[in-house]
């Protein structure tokens, strides 16, 4: 009996070590991916303007902080251990899926999600949730009665970047919760009187495709 306890007590240390090098592993996926895609769109940067957006970005909490793409849910479903999650399968035009978790379960049915293109926040850190890693985050206009997910522009395609015209800058490859990037910029974030999702009156925009928006919802919060 004693073998058999010492046997269990190693058999939950290693599921433990386990878990704690799967979430490691997430977090240095997403910090490559999220590097390789920085580089590209540097490339036709000069060396001055480099050094001057990496100036200001550490300098400043604002939006050009959080990495924004379009992606599509191409699987979605319920939660295995939670009934108000939903866990998508998300193409974001990287070399692999994320899966990504909401609380939408009991907002929005899931025939009106799988398919559909949305837009993630991708630099956010992965995090464990009820058992499974949610590597983003889905961006909705919602206030506590109604949730909407933002529309994309027509055209638009998994892998499109979101950018702010008033708020230019690099994004981080990984958003620390020590720092709080998230938490100072979602205050900030809302729809405008037309459904126009918008920081600080500056347009959610997907270069020289037009703008996000959440056309029944205006003046809602985002998140």
């Not at 590097?35 to 769109?41: A, E, G, N, P, V």
């Not at 994320?98 to 049915?109: F, M």
């Not at 500056?202 to 029944?216: E, H, Q, R, S």
Request: hydrophobic residues 35%; positive net charge.
């Amino acid at each position: 009996m004693l073998i058999i306890k010492k046997l269990q007590i190693l058999a939950a240390k290693l599921c433990e070590e386990f878990e704690r090098l799967e979430l490691m592993n997430s977090n240095l996926k997403v910090e490559i991916s999220n590097f390789i895609q920085k580089t590209r769109r540097a490339e036709d940067i000069n060396g001055n303007e480099k050094t001057s957006t990496t100036l200001t970005r550490t300098a400043t909490n604002n939006i050009s902080r959080v990495f924004f793409k379009v992606g599509k849910v191409v699987d979605v479903k319920l939660h295995p251990n939670a009934d108000r999650l939903y866990v998508q399968t998300v193409d974001l035009a990287e070399n692999r899926t994320r899966t990504i978790i909401s609380g939408l379960v009991s907002r929005i049915p899931k025939e009106q999600i799988e398919g559909r293109m949305a837009l993630y926040a991708c630099n956010i850190k992965p995090v464990r949730m009820r058992g499974i890693i949610s590597e983003g985050m889905i961006i909705c206009a919602c206030t506590e009665e109604s949730v909407q997910i933002l529309e994309l522009p027509a055209g638009s395609v998994p892998g499109d970047i979101v950018s702010f015209p008033d708020y230019p800058g690099e994004p981080d490859l990984l958003l620390h919760p020590r720092n709080k990037i998230w938490e100072a910029v979602v205050p900030d974030l809302k729809t405008d009187e037309n459904g126009v999702a918008t920081y600080r009156g500056c347009p959610f925009t997907i270069k020289g495709k037009g703008v996000c928006k959440a056309p029944d919802s205006p003046n809602f919060p985002i998140k």
